[in-house]
Nanobody, 116 residues
């Protein structure tokens, strides 16, 4: 069984920063798989925010490039999303994601609210 548990969300003013964490447990070993962060704003589809490969390569949505940084701590089996220069448009529920074996796993999400 695999669990992904996000934390670190909250309310922040525009221009502020947050760091989200995704702690993986169970049979998943994150250094052997790609991990991703998605987000879903009210009334919108879930969108891909950032990915990190098992080799450490990263990719970002154009809307967050230069402001967000995805990273991983293999020893802690945890993935992070550092978010800087936040704007109200970043308000969403943020989800951790991984494909492990033949299954796609999602965390429960963590709410990020950016006030103007």
């Amino acid at each position: 069984q695999v669990q992904l548990v996000e934390s670190g969300g909250g309310l922040v003013q525009a221009g502020g920063s947050l760091r989200l964490s995704c702690a993986a447990s169970g049979s998943i070993i994150i250094r052997f798989t790609a991990m991703a962060w998605y987000r879903q704003a009210p009334g919108k589809q879930r969108e891909l925010v950032a990915t990190i490969s098992n080799g450490g390569s990263t990719n970002y949505a154009d809307s967050v490039k230069g402001r967000f940084t995805i990273s991983r701590d293999n020893a802690k089996n945890t993935v992070y999303l550092r978010m800087d220069s936040l704007s109200p448009e970043d308000t969403a529920v943020y989800y951790c994601n991984s494909n492990w074996g033949t299954t796609v796993y999602w965390g429960q999400g963590t709410q990020v609210t950016v006030s103007s």
